[in-house]
């Protein structure tokens, strides 16, 4: 009886385990996805204010680009756990400091090994920052990092916990929001793949809409 006892809270501690790696699976999918969200908005207003037209910033159709969710996964995975560790033993101002500098050291290695990857997959590198000050062979540049931080900050100090207390509270929805994302997401890779999507950009640059 004793024995019984002793070993059920060891059983009772255990069934948490499966929940608590949902959570985190949930939180990541739905990061990936603001993430890469954030960066296909980002990217479409900017070409439209350099370029004056509508221009799609995504090799997928669906509206993300996966290397600011891949950035910002990181981000939050490397940084966080920092943060958590500076918050009693530097002051606010150092500490902000420490992430900034965390960011974009991150996020140029993210882009600068994110371009290598590319180039090997499609064939080209679908950024070129060969006309920015102090650019390396037109892959990373200064400029360009620097506003990569800022959004770096709002994933880490807005997003991050925004999403993380959100899964808390609903964990259906959560469930339910992960599953699309992945459903979503290997339905684009699928049909770019297939070439369905290349015949759709093409029929849409008839209408003046551009993707890259």
């Known amino acids: 009886m004793n024995v019984r006892d002793n070993h059920a809270p060891e059983h009772a501690a255990a069934r948490p385990g499966k929940p608590a790696w949902r959570a985190r699976a949930c939180v990541v999918a739905i990061l990936f996805a603001l993430f890469s969200c954030a960066g296909w908005i980002y990217e479409t207003v900017e070409n439209m204010f350099s370029f004056g037209g509508l221009y ?12 600011y969710g891949i950035g910002g996964l990181v981000i939050v995975a490397v940084l966080e756990p920092m943060r958590r560790r500076l918050v009693d033993r530097v002051s606010p101002a150092i500490q902000v400091a420490a992430i900034v500098v965390g960011i974009y050291l991150l996020t140029s290695a993210v882009e600068l090994i994110g371009s290598y990857a590319c180039e090997a997959l499609m064939g080209h590198v679908p950024w070129d920052y060969s006309h ?18 800022l959004l770096g900050l709002v994933a880490l100090y807005a ?9 808390r509270r609903h964990p259906h929805g959560a469930l339910v929001a992960t599953s699309a994302i992945v459903a979503l997401l290997v339905c684009d890779y699928a049909l770019e ?8 950009k093409d029929a849409l640059r008839q209408f003046g809409v551009n993707h890259w």
């Open 56 to 67: 799609l910033r995504a090799s997928l159709m669906l509206p993300w680009c996966p290397i």
């Open 132 to 149: 920015a000050w102090l650019n390396f062979q037109g892959r990373i540049a200064p400029m360009y990092t620097l506003r990569f931080v």
């Open 159 to 167: 997003l991050y916990p925004a999403v993380n207390t959100w899964v």
């Open 193 to 200: 793949l297939a070439g369905v999507w290349s015949t759709v």
